[in-house]
């Protein structure tokens, strides 16, 4: 089992940005994909992207391509989520998980997939 923390979430003016971090620990990181998802008040938790375990491969939503980036660095067990250009509608808490299979071909997006998520840390932007 791996517990996953994340950290970086605040407040933020719409434009801004923010760099939210996960750390990983108790399994071999660098073999597993990981994600990043978000829940809205009163929504359902949504997709926001995916990385697979080498990190040459990622996911995006629709809604936050081209302005989101995910990166992983292994030797440190963490992945991240670069936020630019917020906006009202990407406040949420936003979470981490890691996938529940080694070494898959491809990055995964359904919630089904991973195994193990975090706490969550908030995001909001102010308009």
């Known amino acids: 089992q791996v517990q996953l923390v994340e950290s970086g979430g605040g407040l933020v003016q719409a434009g801004g940005s923010l760099r939210l971090s996960c750390a990983a620990s108790g399994r071999t990181f660098g073999v597993y994909g990981q994600g990043w998802f978000r829940q809205a008040p009163g929504k359902e938790r949504e997709f926001v992207a995916a990385?697979?375990?080498?990190?040459?491969?990622?996911y995006y939503a629709d809604s936050v391509k081209g302005r989101f980036t995910i990166s992983r660095d292994n030797t440190k067990n963490t992945v991240s989520l670069q936020m630019n250009s917020l906006k009202p509608e990407d406040t949420a808490v936003y979470y981490c998980a890691a996938s529940k299979y080694a070494r898959m071909v491809d990055a995964t997006t359904r919630p089904s997939d991973f195994g193990s998520w975090g706490q969550g840390t908030q995001v909001t932007v102010s308009s």
């Open positions: 990385i697979s375990w080498n990190g040459w491969i990622t």
